[in-house]
């Protein structure tokens, strides 16, 4: 169905090529698993599908994509759309109408299609999506989860033969992202569409992929393979693998339900064993409190009488479905949004009535587009800038950063910057002036295995030294890995707050994957497992 | 009545057009508070909830701002008229050659009392255009553009998704800036939020264009380059031509060919174009919405208004022009009074907006 004849692609201001002599092929309806670090080359890879790369890009490509024998080279994107339908990675960036119903259609008016067939497909989008409830919506009032069904349903009803999907579940809570996958798996199975997806959350889709692509960037050659086969040693795995390569597994588990077959004997083995949790300094000393905390949007309550506490040294997950109110509490936490009822006090102070200049000194907050806070155009300037609006001693700044990220280097353009390592430059300019607390939304939206795992390190140690830590964020694995309490948020009010193990466990939607693997034992992660099978009081390691 | 519906966007727009041709016809400041109050009343009960819904009330801020300076140019700089002097402002003596014009000097109401109906009936014209920019939704108003004029459609689409979206970006700049301990307000905060503002608006604007190209849009069937360099020949020789026509129409002493019959050819040639290169489009569209009853209704209701008062200037009628000069209270001709009323009856013959497009209190959206 498409076809890489050795596809090199090179954009016109760089000297390097993205991809090199790539050569794949992919059959007709099977759903492939695209994965690979931030700026591997994924999206050029999946643009390259309909053409966008070079026609819309620019850039040289060399080589030959056929899809379904039609060479891009020859067809532009608007040609091969009865073929190919593109998900962008944000549905709403790519909406051209305002109700769900005629973004459905828009497609096939561009195509052409008779009315009458316009309509019935509609109608079969609408129900094979669940959209029928929401058919004539403003695309707007959408939640994160029905826009990106509305996205797929757009690309759908046209009736491509492959669907390409830039990671469809990154921005979605993990209820909304199963709704996602379902409607995929279901496409593939009953219609016999080819996918092509990329995606960083892995424990969310390596289940449902037949084939795995791993795009390992800077011009090493691309690899092909089974999900099993391409798991056993990629880079980059999901908790469930790690696991599999732990215990040894064979054949790989991909998914939580072959695993917990797999897993009697390391249950057994790990009987009468505790979970080491990380060391919380029990100071007990009160960064937050919010008392009886309200914001409402016009009419709409978007938080309703939230008591929260968060203590030094203790790092808290928000959780909660998409719109629940997790920004708007962390917003409010920095007093910045509209006008509260009820108390905020950090520290005794009240970020809303503090000046520009305290307010740093007292709460930093990581947004959701941490490039929103960059403005200079290289690393120094920036760190030199963050110095002096934290009145702190110069070099203050470029020395945490370099403590964090050693590779950044001074001249660097902030936009040059891995997503990564710009969150890692925006975190140490909000740790300029040492604020007790420290907020972060969504910050491993897009983010790879590696890059996660070094944000937890340095989350961690930061608690170690004292700051207050929340993050709201859908990542159930990084919540198991760092989180000492979780607070959920339901329709702006806290229905659960309590340690990371009782609330997580309790909970199919939150759990993390090796909890459902090894549950009713209280482990969390692998790390977990690992330090307590290398510390089994018994001497034979073995977990086969 | 009949089914909850959008109203073709093209009855809103001959309605409000009706309204306005109507308001342009008097300066009875009774007869023009009458529109805006129709206005006003029919753009409450049918808007929808979307961006351009709100737009009302940026229209009627616009009118008070249109008679204010209408008044103080009609006050401080031009001559005044009448005796009745209320105030007396310094004032200039101006070099005869000026004659005219004039700074500051008496307040006289006569004088006011003309700005002021001249400015509230601008301000009339404005808020009905204003009504017709909140009742009809720009992308279904797109929908019954030819296929030829597609294109320029498009470029209509992409702004009307920049604007909402380039105030949202402020807001969360505005944030980004407090986050940093700046300041939020003041020249130097806009200064410099202007720049990553309008860098994610334009790389949003290329992204929207590569979905919209993604999605086939701008498909051709076959068509010959050189049929289509004859279109565009063709398009641009009749604008070129209706062009001269006008100016032959407006001017006097131009030989009478070079007037209406050059407009109406070159017109004629450009909409030609317009058509024949639509044919080469491959769109369809999805479920246009009907003209039926309703559209009729209302439409005619626009006309009927605009025709009344029209037809009623011009036999004179007491009290379509107010009198400043001597200023004395206006009239209420009955006829006009009758023709505002019926504009009015759109607000009932409209079918009523499906429910999840209804106007209610602010719904915005909540972050994650």
Redesign the interface.
């Given at each position: 169905m498409i076809e890489f004849d050795d596809v090199t692609i090179t954009y016109a201001d760089q000297s390097a090529p993205v991809l090199a002599n790539v050569n794949l092929r992919i059959p007709e309806g099977e759903l492939v698993l695209v994965v690979g670090r931030t700026g591997s080359g994924k999206s050029t890879l999946l643009s390259a599908v309909n053409g966008l790369v070079p026609h819309f890009t620019g850039g040289t490509l060399q080589g030959r994509v056929l899809v379904d024998g039609r060479d891009t080279a020859h067809h532009a994107p608007r040609d091969l759309a009865d073929l190919v339908g593109v998900v962008p990675q944000d549905p709403m960036s790519g909406f051209v109408t305002d109700t769900v119903e005629d973004e459905l259609a828009y497609g096939m008016e561009c195509l052409g299609l008779a009315p009458d067939i316009m309509r019935r497909r509609v109608e079969e989008t609408l129900d094979l999506l669940g959209l029928a409830d929401i058919r004539q919506r403003p695309l707007r009032t959408l939640s994160g989860g029905q826009r990106q069904r509305v996205a797929i349903g757009a690309v759908l009803a046209a009736h491509p033969r492959i669907l390409v999907l830039d990671e469809p579940t990154s921005a979605l809570d993990p209820g909304a992202a199963e709704e996602v996958l379902a409607a995929l798996q279901r496409l593939v199975h009953d219609l016999g569409v080819t996918v092509l997806m990329a995606e960083h959350r892995l424990e969310r889709v390596v289940q449902y992929a037949d084939q795995v692509i791993i795009v390992p960037g800077g011009g090493a050659p691309v690899i092909q393979g089974s999900p099993a086969e391409v798991m056993q040693h990629a880079p980059i795995a999901p908790p469930v693998v790690e696991l599999g390569r732990l215990a040894g597994w064979d054949p790989m588990p991909l998914s939580v339900r072959d695993a917990r077959r797999a897993a009697g004997s390391l249950r057994d083995l790990l009987v009468g064993q505790q979970p080491r949790l990380r060391v919380v300094t029990d100071s007990r000393v009160e960064t937050v409190r919010t008392s009886r905390l309200g914001v409402r949007y016009g009419s709409h309550p978007a938080l309703r009488g939230v008591d929260i506490t968060i203590h030094d040294g203790e790092i808290v997950a928000l959780m909660g479905r998409n719109g629940a109110g997790k920004s708007t509490l962390l917003n409010a936490l920095v007093g910045v949004g509209p006008t509260r009822t009820g108390d905020v006090l950090i520290k005794d102070r009240d970020p809303a009535a503090l000046g520009d200049a305290e307010l740093i000194d007292t709460v930093g907050l990581v947004p959701q587009e941490p490039a929103d806070l960059l403005e200079a155009t290289s690393v120094a300037e920036e760190c030199r800038i963050a110095d002096r609006d934290a009145r702190c001693e110069p070099g203050t700044t470029r020395a945490l950063l370099a403590l964090m990220a050693p590779e950044i280097l001074d001249g660097t353009h902030p936009r040059d910057l891995s997503e990564g390592q710009r969150l890692l430059l925006v975190l140490c300019l909000i740790l300029a002036a040492r604020p007790p607390l420290l907020l972060l939304d969504e910050p491993t939206r897009g983010l790879d295995y590696p890059t996660k795992t070094r944000l937890a390190r340095v989350l961690a140690d930061l608690a170690a030294a004292g700051h207050a830590i929340a993050l709201a964020t859908h990542d159930v694995e990084l919540v198991a890995e760092i989180a000492d309490r979780v607070i959920i948020l339901a329709e702006g009010e806290v229905v659960a707050d309590g340690s990371t193990s009782d609330v997580v466990m309790s909970s199919p939607m939150f759990a993390p994957q090796v909890s459902k693997i090894l549950s009713p034992q209280e482990w969390l992660t692998v790390g977990q497992v690992e330090h307590a099978l290398a510390h089994l009081p018994e001497p034979e390691v073995d977990a086969g | 009545m009949g089914d909850a519906r959008w109203l073709h966007p093209g009855a809103w727009w001959i309605w409000a057009l009706g309204m306005a041709a109507a308001a342009s016809r008097t300066t009875n400041p009774l007869l023009l508070i009458a529109l805006i109050a129709v206005a006003a009343l029919v753009v409450q009960a049918r808007r929808p909830?979307?961006p351009w819904g709100r737009s009302f009330r940026f229209f009627l801020q616009l009118g008070l701002i249109v008679i204010v300076v209408r008044m103080a140019v009609q006050v401080l700089l031009v001559s005044s008229v009448g005796t009745t002097t209320i105030l007396d402002l310094p004032g200039i003596t101006l070099p005869e050659w000026l004659a005219g014009i004039r700074i500051g000097g008496d307040v006289r109401l006569e004088s006011l009392l003309m700005g002021f109906y001249d400015g509230l009936r601008l301000a009339t014209i404005l808020i009905c255009i204003g009504a017709a920019n909140s009742l009809a939704?720009p992308?279904r108003l797109l929908k019954s553009v030819p296929a030829g004029l597609y294109e320029l459609g498009v470029s209509i689409?992409v702004a009307l998704?920049f604007t909402p979206q380039l105030v949202a970006d402020v807001e969360?700049?505005k944030?980004?800036r407090?986050?940093?301990?700046?300041?939020?307000t003041g020249p130097r905060a806009i200064a410099?939020a202007a720049i990553?503002v309008l860098e994610g608006a334009l790389e949003?604007s290329v992204?929207?264009a590569?979905?919209?190209?993604?999605?086939?849009?701008?498909?051709r069937?076959p068509e010959s380059a050189r049929r289509r360099r004859g279109t565009t020949g063709l398009l641009l020789l009749g604008l070129v031509a209706a062009c001269i026509g006008t100016y032959g129409l407006v001017s006097a002493g131009s030989p009478a060919l070079m007037g209406l019959p050059l407009l109406v050819l070159g017109l004629g040639s450009a909409v030609g174009a317009v058509v024949w290169s639509g044919r080469s489009?491959?769109?369809?569209?999805?479920?246009p919405d009907p003209w039926s009853l309703p559209e009729w209704l209302v439409s005619a209701a626009g006309v009927t208004v605009a025709g009344i008062f029209t037809v009623a200037a011009w036999s004179g009628t007491s009290g379509m022009v107010a009198s400043f000069d001597p200023p004395t209270w206006p009239s209420l001709p009955l006829a006009a009074l009758v023709g505002v009323a019926i504009a009015a009856t759109a607000a009932v013959t409209a079918p009523p907006l499906?429910?999840?497009?209804r106007m209610?209190?602010?719904?915005?959206?909540?972050?994650?």
């Open positions: - | 909830d979307a939704s992308t689409v998704t969360r700049l944030t980004a407090r986050l940093r301990g700046r300041r939020t410099a990553p949003r992204t929207l590569a979905a919209m190209d993604s999605r086939g849009y701008g498909r069937g489009q491959v769109r369809t569209r999805y479920r499906p429910r999840s497009m209610q209190r602010e719904l915005v959206e909540v972050g994650a």
